[in-house]
């Protein structure tokens, strides 16, 4: 089984200030996670993803994030925030093992940046 | 590549019409997937594709709502009779191996009055 807790529904942040969307995981088997952005009436974007190499992992639009097995923690992170990264963030867990390749999202984070 | 393609962008209908959305994943991705989008319910996922062959279809929320998947380069949701709780953003997203995360189209924003 798999599941995934985005801890907080919403962060508001100052621009230029450091932003932190938490996010933890349960997973059977060794996970892949992903954070994906969706910006106001657009898609769903990957932002960036973790699957078994480096534990801080880079992503677009200087967000990255750090897979901790031993808290089960996959937050996302960015030094400075800008007013364009206002927008909902999912975090998701996908295990090869299980699910028969279904991810399991989060409900989501709406991350509101203040000028 | 063009991404997940999915048609039409905004649909309006009248309550108890059929309503078709579309969708084109990527080439090669072998899993599709449908999903809706509502502030109320958040995301939620419908249905399934592996191999054109749909795997779960248990969020389906009822007997209405229908999909299909006839090549590895087309899928369509239907829902027949519209009602105006149907109203969502609906989403087709694809992916090729677990690792690579999914693709979404830019979604449709299906409105029934």
């Known amino acids: 089984a798999q599941s995934v807790t985005q801890l907080d529904s919403h962060v508001s942040v100052s621009e230029g200030t450091p932003v932190l969307l938490r996010c933890n995981y349960s997973?059977?088997?060794?996970?892949?996670l992903f954070w994906y952005v969706q910006h106001p009436n657009k898609g769903l974007q990957l932002l960036l993803k973790?699957?078994?190499?480096?534990?801080l992992v880079k992503g677009i639009n200087g967000f990255e994030a750090e897979f901790k097995k031993s808290e089960t923690s996959f937050h996302l992170t960015k030094p400075s925030a800008h007013m364009s990264d206002a927008a909902e963030y999912f975090c998701?867990?996908?295990?090869?093992?299980?699910?028969?390749?279904?991810?399991?999202f989060g409900d989501g984070t709406t991350l509101t940046v203040k000028p | 590549d063009a991404g997940v393609i999915q048609s039409p962008r905004h649909e309006v209908t009248e309550m108890g019409q059929e309503v078709t959305l579309r969708c084109k994943p990527i080439?090669?991705?072998?899993?599709l997937f449908w999903y809706r989008q509502t502030m109320m319910r958040g995301l939620e996922l419908l249905i399934y594709?592996?191999?054109?062959?749909?795997?779960?279809d248990s969020g389906m929320p009822e007997d209405r709502f229908s999909a299909k998947m006839p090549n590895a380069s087309f899928s369509t949701l239907k829902i027949q009779p519209s009602e105006p709780r149907d109203s969502a953003v609906y989403f087709c997203?694809?992916?090729?191996?677990?690792?690579?995360?999914?693709?979404f189209g830019s979604g449709t924003r299906l409105t029934v009055v």
């Open positions: 080439s090669g991705h072998d899993y």
């Open positions: 997203a694809s992916r090729g191996l677990i690792n690579y995360g999914y693709t």
């Open positions: 594709f592996n191999n054109n062959v749909p795997i779960d």
């Open positions: 973790y699957t078994s190499a480096a534990t």
């Open positions: 998701v867990v996908s295990s090869a093992n299980t699910n028969a390749g279904k991810s399991t």
């Open positions: 997973s059977s088997y060794s996970p892949s």
